[in-house]
């Protein structure tokens, strides 16, 4: 519609100019020295609308001419960028689909014609680690460093990453010290750091960063309460590896009121001194711990400390009843506790009170123990008995009414199955008194 109308406005132009030469075609005259033209004013403009043509076609041409060149390597570079981006995909599935050395090849292949050459080393780097290439993969991350300088932190974090999961520790712990140094805020560093120093056994380095991991929201107030139990767990049993038994009570009373004060934290102490045979330590550290909050599992270990003055021991714990009489755990504790102090009646009651209120497997094994010195063989056995079948929840295999001791066969189809000759009888086993 445009060129329709165009072409109307033309012809009406050349129509009015038309007849206008033709009134009056107009008189041009031309002198240079002895030399004249002459000649109408429509030919003169027509003429130079000819030359001007002529001339601007030309120069047009000349600068298209001299524009080839630029146009050729514009068009090589596109279609350099276009493989490239080609084969950063094609990489990237690779990468995705586990093949690591195909990976590799392409993501490498065009990657100084890449618009982002840094993607294609960082991932090409990962292939080269999981080949084992460690020279390849700290080769293509210097190359991701080179072709973007500023992005330091994205390089050095793939760096981290990929030796923290090579167990090259001492790198990692480099590689995450120079990133914290330029970007001491950046939540990710902090959480290699962590997971850092958790596997290298760094537990006061780690108890040194709880506060910046906290702040940062790195974790929760629910994590870091339970980071903060396992350092210090962790920082017990390091102790308790030292040769000098006073590096372990040391830990101990250095650690936060708090932390003493958990009960998991408690039984791990009470561990510790008890495979140090350090029984009265023990038993005065869990009496604490009980009488300020009472524990069904700390009373159960207070009943296993064999503490010297075993009757004190026992007039302790009977002061629990007061406020726990029906505790089985107590009851049992008050067994042993009893059974160690050589008051056989006592332990018996206190025993067979546990097992009324809460039939447990240790308290049938204690009572049964405690028959058997005390030629109740029968009861002794019943008790075994009865707790061999509350530790497992299978039931038995059904046998034929008919079955006797003694019997010569089982009710049933006959089978005329043969004995071994070449096998021994067993050995009757003898009871361990």
């Known amino acids: 519609m445009r060129t329709l109308i165009l072409g109307l406005i033309m012809l009406a132009v050349s129509v009015v100019l038309t007849l206008a030469v033709k009134q009056d075609n107009g008189y041009v005259l031309l002198g240079y020295g002895n030399w004249t033209v002459e000649g109408s004013l429509a030919f003169f403009v027509i003429v130079n609308l000819l030359l001007f043509a002529v001339f601007y076609l030309a120069i047009r041409f000349v600068l298209r001419l001299w524009a080839v060149p630029g146009r050729v390597s514009h068009w090589n570079q596109r279609r350099g960028t276009r493989k490239a981006q080609k084969a950063l995909t094609q990489g990237l599935v690779e990468l995705s689909e586990g093949?690591?050395?195909g990976a590799e090849k392409d993501l490498v292949r065009f990657a100084g014609k890449s618009e982002t050459p840094l993607l294609n080393y960082l991932a090409a780097a990962r292939s080269a680690q999981q080949q084992g290439a460690n020279e390849r993969r700290d080769h293509y991350l210097q190359l991701a460093h080179e072709s973007m300088p500023s992005a330091d932190v994205a390089v050095s974090l793939?760096?981290?990453?990929?030796?923290?999961?090579?167990?090259q520790y001492e790198q990692a712990l480099a590689t995450l010290k120079?990133?914290?140094?330029?970007?001491?805020?950046?939540?990710h560093v902090l959480k290699l750091l962590k997971e850092l120093y958790e596997r290298l056994g760094e537990w006061q380095a780690l108890y040194d960063l709880l506060p910046e991991l906290k702040k940062r929201k790195v974790i929760n107030e629910t994590e870091q309460r339970s980071l903060e139990l396992n350092i210090f767990r962790s920082m017990l049993n390091q102790a308790a590896q030292d040769e000098n038994p006073q590096t372990l009570v040391?830990?101990?009373?250095?650690?936060p009121v708090p932390v003493r004060s958990n009960e998991a934290m408690v039984t791990v102490y009470a561990n510790h001194l008890l495979n140090r045979k350090q029984y009265d330590q023990v038993e005065s550290l869990l009496r604490d711990a009980i009488t300020r909050q009472w524990s069904d599992d700390l009373v159960e270990l207070y009943g296993r400390v064999a503490a010297q003055d075993s009757a004190k021991q026992l007039a302790i714990a009977e002061g629990w009843l007061k406020d726990h009489a029906r505790a089985p755990v107590l009851l049992l504790t008050l067994g042993r506790l009893s059974i160690r102090s050589r008051l056989w009646g006592k332990a018996r009651s206190y025993l067979e009170a546990s097992i009324g209120i809460e039939p447990s497997v240790d308290a049938y094994r204690e009572l049964g123990a405690l028959l058997e010195r005390m030629d109740e063989g029968q009861k002794a056995l019943d008790c075994f008995k009865e707790g061999l079948n509350l530790s497992s929840d299978a039931p038995l295999t059904e046998l034929p009414a008919s079955l006797s001791i003694g019997s010569p066969k089982l009710e049933g189809p006959e089978e005329n199955?043969?004995?071994?000759?070449?096998?021994?009888?067993?050995?009757?086993?003898?009871?361990?008194?």
């Open 417 to 433: 199955v043969e004995a071994p000759t070449d096998i021994n009888p067993p050995k009757q086993a003898r009871a361990t008194q």
């Open 178 to 187: 120079h990133l914290r140094s330029i970007a001491p805020k950046h939540t």
């Open 250 to 255: 040391t830990r101990w009373r250095n650690m």
């Open 158 to 167: 793939t760096q981290a990453e990929l030796q923290l999961a090579n167990e």
């Open 99 to 101: 093949n690591w050395k």
